[in-house]
């Protein structure tokens, strides 16, 4: 099983950023997916969540109004576009698969993170 995240890197604060995660290993389709991150001295917390079939979201608040999920089952893959970036949202994202299709499950597997700074 593998959960590869993509994307991350520098960006100015107001600008945005689109991760992906490519799973592998599994069969994606079936499982709820979501984005945690984990900023410097803070711990893991959850962004945003998806069903497997895509049809809802659940977005927490510490990002809510700037990030969007979306998945593309045919490729194995799940996305974040994150929006009006700033300096607080410096951090480590991870995805991960919960244990069934619905993301009120707990979580079954982990990526392992992909960094995003927000810096002028």
């Known amino acids: 099983v593998q959960l590869v995240e993509s994307g991350g890197g520098l960006v100015q604060p107001g600008g945005s950023l689109r991760l992906s995660c490519a799973a592998s290993g599994f069969t994606f389709s079936n499982y709820a997916m979501s984005w945690h991150r984990q900023g410097p001295g803070k711990e893991r917390e959850l962004v945003v969540s998806i069903r497997s079939t895509g049809s809802s979201t659940n977005n927490a608040d510490s990002m809510k109004g700037r990030v969007t999920i979306s998945r593309d089952n045919a490729k194995n893959t799940v996305y974040l576009q994150m929006n009006s970036l700033k300096p607080e949202d410096t951090a480590v994202y991870y995805c991960?698969?919960?244990?069934?299709?619905?993301?009120?499950?707990?979580?079954?597997?982990w990526g392992q993170g992909t960094q995003v700074t927000v810096s002028s």
């Open positions: 991960s698969a919960h244990w069934g299709g619905s993301y009120y499950t707990g979580l079954k597997y």
